[in-house]
């Protein structure tokens, strides 16, 4: 297939976006990029080979990290110059795909839209002794494009640990134990059990994943491929349950959870308004933040057949070359140095606390992380399943165009009592056959 253009490649296919953390608007100026180090000289800084390196640089966390990388890198390495430029932080899938319609596509980049890119011949696939670096990879028909940053964003219950602590609440160990924690605070009546940020659709895909993954997953892990292929559709039995494991749960979220912005959440945790939430590892810092001294817990919540599934492992983001760098050995080889550098455990330290990423390599970096995020990160190594969400994976078990937010807006009628189950499932399979129309990975239709 010709290399193209993004721009051109996307018409009519879904960008999608990778929900980590680190996605608000902001750029770095900074001098990180062009550094070569106190002891070169002038015809070293013009020998040097050069690599442009772009990042979602929105976070500010993020903007550190990397800098400092970057900049041991440059002095680590006088023959070789990294300089970074701004990634344009919440816009930085349209900022990449400008780039490339204007012909000027990075070298080495933070990679989000992996399939997109993979699809427009965009990203040369990694060598063996990177991809080994890690625990596990995401691949595309057995080739990995992408050195995952972190674990996928490891969802789970943060709670108000001192609420816990003076009441005599105890964390659950099975699933009808979360559910009688939440029957016990209800009843309570001080504050609701569980704050809900529905007014934002992705929000609700942290719960949607969470009983998707106990229900359809556990019992077949291909069911999207296998509704393209016609020998499945949404009224099987494990989506209806679904739908009734969230409706259990869901029945403890504080009035008005579907008109509440995934934004203020926080503030009803701290100002105990609710005594739990469910969401990733980037809500500590936000907490922090909002009130120092609140004392937070964390826990998983268990499947009810008593496993623990989460959200967590390599990804389908995270650092890749360049089809065209790679072109040229020189930049190919300074490329892949550049991202094993990253990944040596006293560099990867710096990204992961700055960033609370939860490591994937192989040799874990040593390090300083509070009490809870280390309960994350042990909860991540003993998990009897690890995985993206649903709307991560790639191949045959990607996602159409627009399928998630239909299904979390179809989740929120079934929650809300205005659709019930049995029509929402018909409504799904009725926007899945629309969906197919325009990308069906089975049939190459919207891929080719």
């Known amino acids: 297939m010709k290399k193209k253009t993004i721009a051109a490649f996307l018409a009519g296919v879904m960008v999608f976006g990778a929900l980590t953390g680190c996605g608000s608007s902001g750029s770095d100026e900074g001098g990180a990029g062009g550094s070569t180090g106190d002891g070169a000289d002038e015809s070293d800084k013009k020998a040097a080979i050069e690599l442009t390196y ?11 990290s990397m800098n400092e990388i970057v900049n041991r890198f440059n002095e680590a390495n006088p023959d070789i110059t990294v300089t970074i430029e701004p990634g344009n932080g919440g816009a930085y899938s349209e900022f990449l795909k400008t780039k490339d319609s204007v012909g000027e596509f990075p070298d080495v980049m933070e990679m989000r839209d992996t399939a997109v890119y993979v699809r427009a011949e965009k990203l040369e696939p990694l060598s063996d002794d990177i991809t080994g670096l890690f ?10 494009y992408t050195a995952p940053l972190g674990g996928e964003n490891t969802n789970g219950i943060i709670y108000n640990k001192k609420y816990f602590d003076d009441n005599g609440l105890k964390e659950p160990e099975t699933y009808d134990e ?28 942290f719960w949607f994943h969470k009983a998707y993954n106990d229900q359809v997953l556990s019992q077949d892990p291909d069911f999207i491929e296998h509704c393209y292929d016609g020998s499945k559709d949404f009224s099987d039995e494990t989506m ?35 005594a739990m939430m469910y969401s990733g590892t980037h809500m ?19 499947s009810p057949d008593g496993k623990l599934r989460l959200v967590g492992g390599g990804g389908v983001g995270g650092l890749a070359i360049s089809a065209e760098a790679a072109e040229d ?11 094993k550098f990253f990944f040596e455990p006293e560099n990867y330290k710096v990204y992961c606390e700055k960033l609370s990423a939860v490591p994937v390599t192989t040799e874990q970096p040593d ?52 659709r019930d189950i049995d029509s929402a499932c018909d409504e799904l399979n009725k ?3 629309v969906g197919m129309e325009n990308f069906n990975p089975l049939t190459g239709v919207g891929i080719e």
């Open 240 to 274: 209806k349950e679904t739908f009734k494991e969230l409706q259990d749960i869901l029945q403890y979220a504080q009035d008005g959870w579907s008109s509440t912005p995934d934004a203020q959440i926080t503030t009803f945790l701290v100002n105990d308004m609710a």
């Open 431 to 433: 926007t899945w056959k």
């Open 54 to 64: 772009i990042f979602a640089d929105g976070d500010e966390g993020a903007k550190e």
């Open 284 to 302: 500590f810092s936000q907490i922090q933040a909002a009130a120092p001294d609140f004392e937070v817990g964390w826990f998983p919540i268990p």
């Open 135 to 144: 625990k596990s990879t995401t691949d595309f028909d057995g080739k990995v």
């Open 367 to 418: 390090m300083d992380v509070t009490e809870v995020f280390q309960e994350v990160i042990d909860a991540t190594n003993t998990a009897d399943d690890l995985a993206p969400m649903w709307n991560g994976r790639t191949g045959n078990n990607e996602l159409p165009p627009d399928f998630r937010n239909f299904t979390y807006k179809t989740l929120i009628e079934v929650l809300q009592g205005t």
């Open 329 to 339: 050995p020189d930049k190919k080889e300074a490329a892949e140095k550049f991202i």
């Open 178 to 205: 979360f559910l009688e924690l939440c029957e016990t605070i209800k009843e309570k009546g001080d504050m609701s059990p569980l704050v809900v940020g529905g007014q934002d659709i992705w929000h609700m895909g």
